[in-house]
């Protein structure tokens, strides 16, 4: 199955930006829908955002709706995170996830077969 690797966490101040990266390997990536997940300490993992295979759809959990965007480059296996204006509620840990059996875009863990390793976002305030 698909390998994934994230990339691009790290300390920033509120209202600063960061880029998150997740590359795949082992499969083509436009075989698999994509979602980003997070988990704060001692809080359950929350659904962030999600993109279809094409990229052409995207969906996102309302209280990163308008500062989060996700994008997908299939030709360089990467799928990417843009978070801005980040806010102290935004620091977790952030996964990328994938998908082989679903079609259009899920907001549900359970939906997706492979997990990236994680990568830690800590906003300042």
């Known amino acids: 199955q698909v390998q994934l690797v994230e990339s691009g966490g790290g300390l920033v101040q509120a209202g600063g930006s960061l880029r998150l990266s997740c590359a795949a390997s082992g499969r083509p990536l436009s075989s698999y829908t994509m979602g980003w997940f997070r988990q704060a300490p001692g809080k359950d993992r929350e659904f962030v955002a999600t993109i279809t295979r094409n990229g052409v759809a995207t969906y996102y959990e309302t209280s990163v709706k308008g500062r989060f965007s996700t994008s997908r480059d299939n030709a360089k296996n990467t799928a990417y995170l843009q978070m801005n204006s980040l806010k102290p509620e935004d620091t977790a840990v952030y996964y990328c996830?994938?998908?082989?059996?679903?079609?259009?875009?899920?907001?549900?863990?359970?939906?997706?077969?492979?997990w990236g390793q994680g990568t830690q976002v800590t906003v300042s305030s």
């Open positions: 996830a994938a998908s082989q059996n679903v079609y259009t875009y899920s907001t549900q863990a359970a939906d997706y077969d492979s």
